[in-house]
């Protein structure tokens, strides 16, 4: 693969939700120790570790599908979060992971993390792995839960500290009681299809039957089961419908009343988890996803306002009211500034005001393209997000001033100094990518003729001369 297509893969890879990378990570690695055709999948696991990493010291790291910390954690893959975007229940941080491993290597369960290590060594590639792993999986739970069960005293807090940080300490407890129940977290992902397209009345059933584990349905493991299957929906908001289901309402407070309600929670947070990675991309010119970004967010918006009875002054309310607020400021603040930057590249100026050798940065033209497609894109969803009015607008003097200006300047071919004709040619070919944005490729192919037969009259009026 060259080295173009292998930074668009991990471009693609790292706009992923943390959740969607967690999972494709874990179903690769599954189909490399399966043995299967394992080109793609080391390629992709390759460029998903740097992502997740974030250090270019990987590059030399081998496939760990022999790791002791890797087998022991792989239950959590799903659940795990990669970025320093604030987690959620049912969430985990993977950066929690290395310091709980040293303490139960040190401390915790030094013994059975001995006994897993000796028996990860002497196993051949079959069924010894996978006994000795749940089995070190389990000893590591009863180690976690005995340490972060909640209880008084000076002796716990001291021991908690030497686990690491707070926000170590905070994924103690659950990633515990994630190991605890692996058995459970995995039969209800058996039981879900790979992906649910629409969660409507009958796979809302099938999730509520398959949710039927008692071990599942505590405060502290429910999040977990609800992102599992949040994971498997075409339209992850959709999760709020399971919590309607089961309390037979879409009043908030009544949602809210059931253990249910921490769905609309996790739909929540997920949906301010877009909004975060759009403002991203536009502060840093990235518009390849942007069209993925805005549907997700208006989607999810327009579900949770259609589907809840949402009171605008619950927490709830507010938090939805803050995700549109933030990406209508943020999408209104770059589709402002579109405008001027096509001016600034199609602006008409006398031939004497034309430096010779002048040149057009052809990077600029494309920027300035994928922003007018930016604009185009942003009409789709303007009403749900509120930007309705700027971006009509902008589309409009768009149109409009790229219309005039690629007319103009065709003609402005046709005659002038030769010496600033380049220029002129180079503004011509930014006008009509430009066009072919805003009006498409039939407009635009018109218009390029246009400029070829004004460039071949010129030529042909000059030798008749």
């Not at 009544?254 to 403002?279: E, K, N």
């Not at 939805?320 to 405008?339: F, G």
Request: net charge negative; with cysteine; glycine share 6%.
């Amino acid at each position: 693969m060259s080295q173009k297509s292998t930074e668009r893969l991990r471009d693609y890879l790292a706009q992923l939700p943390p959740q969607s990378q967690a999972l494709l990570m874990r179903e690769l690695e599954r189909a490399v120790e399966r043995g299967d055709d394992v080109t793609v999948a080391n390629l992709v696991l390759e460029q998903l570790r740097k992502i997740v990493r974030g250090a270019e010291e990987d590059e030399q790291i081998e496939p760990r599908s022999d790791d002791p910390a890797r087998l022991l954690f792989r239950p959590l893959e799903p659940f795990l979060a990669e970025t320093n975007f604030p987690t959620r229940a049912g969430q985990l941080r993977r950066a929690s992971l290395l310091p709980i491993w040293q303490w139960l290597a040190g401390e915790g369960a030094p013994e059975a993390a001995r006994e897993f290590e000796a028996a990860l060594a002497a196993a051949s590639e079959s069924g010894p792995i996978e006994i000795a792993a749940r089995k070190f999986q389990l000893a590591a739970a009863e180690a976690i839960l005995k340490i972060a069960a909640p209880a008084q005293g000076d002796d716990r807090q001291r021991a908690l500290l030497r686990v690491g940080p707070t926000s170590v300490v905070e994924d103690l407890l659950p990633i515990g009681l994630v190991l605890q129940a692996r058995e459970a977290l995995e039969t209800l992902g058996s039981r879900l299809p790979s992906q649910i397209r629409v969660f409507a009345d009958s796979q809302i059933a099938s999730a509520t039957e398959a949710l039927k584990l008692p071990s599942l349905q505590t405060p502290q493991l429910l999040p977990f089961a609800l992102s599992l299957i949040a994971q498997r929906l075409a339209a992850p908001w959709q999760i709020i419908r399971l919590a309607i289901k089961m309390a037979a309402s879409d009043d908030e407070l009544r949602v809210a009343a059931t253990p249910y309600g921490v769905a609309v929670t996790i739909a929540l947070h997920d949906l301010s988890f877009v909004a975060a990675c759009l403002r991203t991309d536009i502060r840093r010119g990235h518009f390849d996803y942007v069209g993925e970004q805005l549907k997700t967010l208006h989607d999810g918006v327009r579900g949770l306002r259609t589907e809840l009875d949402l009171r605008n002054d619950s927490t709830w309310g507010r938090q939805l009211t803050s995700v549109r607020a933030d990406t209508s400021n943020a999408l209104q603040s770059e589709i402002d500034s579109v405008p001027g930057r096509v001016r600034r590249i199609l602006r008409q100026r006398a031939d004497k005001d034309i430096a010779a050798g002048a040149k057009i940065d052809m990077s600029e033209v494309e920027d300035a393209a994928a922003l007018i497609d930016f604009v185009a894109v942003c009409r789709t969803y303007a009403s749900e997000l509120a930007i309705n009015e700027v971006t009509l607008r902008t589309f409009s003097d768009l149109q409009h001033y790229v219309e005039q200006s690629t007319e103009g300047l065709v003609q402005s071919l046709r005659g002038g100094d030769a010496r600033v004709r380049a220029f002129r040619q180079q503004q011509v070919k930014a006008a009509i990518r430009f066009c072919e944005v805003l009006f498409g490729h039939d407009y635009a192919s018109l218009m390029n003729r246009a400029a070829e037969n004004a460039v071949t009259g010129e030529r042909k009026s000059s030798r008749a001369g």
